[in-house]
Nanobody
């Protein structure tokens, strides 16, 4: 069982930056592939980024490539999402997720555990 708690969301102007964190409980964090997803009002949840257990493999949605960076610190049981050059269309609730597979999957159903989410609002 893994419990995930996101933090770091907030209100930022377009062009600004935020760093989200996701703290995981348990001793096996380093064995999980981690992902970030987001859901805007009235829209379906969508994939943002994922990272393998070792941190050597990553996967990004086309909409965030070059602007967002996913990373992890296995010693701190934490995964991060650095978001730069934010746009109003990045406004959403951001969720952290964990899966036991080795592939940095982009489908939500591939993930076994989810956090409660953190709100990110980008003003124009």
């Amino acid at each position: 069982q893994v419990q995930l708690v996101e933090s770091g969301g907030g209100l930022v102007q377009a062009g600004g930056s935020l760093r989200l964190s996701c703290a995981a409980s348990g001793r096996t964090f380093s064995t999980y592939t981690m992902g970030w997803f987001r859901q805007a009002p009235g829209k379906e949840r969508e994939f943002v980024a994922a990272i393998t257990s070792s941190g050597r493999g990553t996967n990004y949605a086309d909409s965030v490539k070059g602007r967002f960076t996913i990373s992890r610190d296995n010693a701190k049981n934490t995964v991060y999402l650095q978001m730069n050059s934010l746009k109003p269309e990045d406004t959403a609730v951001y969720y952290c997720a964990a899966r036991q597979g080795t592939v940095p999957a982009s489908t939500g159903k591939s993930y076994d555990y989810w956090g409660q989410g953190t709100q990110v609002t980008v003003s124009s």
